[in-house]
Nanobody
Framework: VQLQASGGGSVLAGDSLTLSCTPS????????MGWFFRAPGQEREFVAA????????NYADSVQGRFTISRDNAKSTVYLRMTSLKPEDTGLYYC????????????????WGQGTLVTVSS
């Protein structure tokens, strides 16, 4: 299983970015998906999760109202739309997948992708 994340970059505070992640080696529509974040020198933390049907989403308090997770099962892709970016959003963003939604929300998904770097300058 491989999860290929993309879309990171360098932006100014207040800008927006959309990250994408396209897994391979798993039946995408049967897996719940999530995004995690690791700031420089910090532990990796939960950002957002979405069930296979898109019926349920969860967000960390720090991104609620600014970030939106979505997925397109026909394209086997999960997205993270990030708006009103702040310098403290700077770090590596990882996508993850698991057949159990609770494992993603708890931060213990079965599969991790490589990170994509987001840098927000003030």
């Amino acid at each position: 299983v491989q999860l290929q994340a993309s879309g990171g970059g360098s932006v100014l505070a207040g800008d927006s970015l959309t990250l994408s992640c396209t897994p391979s080696g798993l039946a995408f529509s049967h897996y719940h998906m999530g995004w995690f974040f690791r700031a420089p020198g910090q532990e990796r933390e939960f950002v957002a999760a979405i069930t296979w049907s898109s019926g349920t989403t969860n967000y960390a308090d720090s991104v609620q109202g600014r970030f939106t997770i979505s997925r397109d099962n026909a394209k086997s892709t999960v997205y993270l739309r990030m708006t009103s970016l702040k310098p403290e959003d700077t770090g590596l963003y990882y996508c993850a997948s698991d057949p159990l939604y609770s494992d993603i929300v708890k931060g213990t998904p079965a599969y991790w992708g490589q990170g994509t770097l987001v840098t927000v300058s003030s």
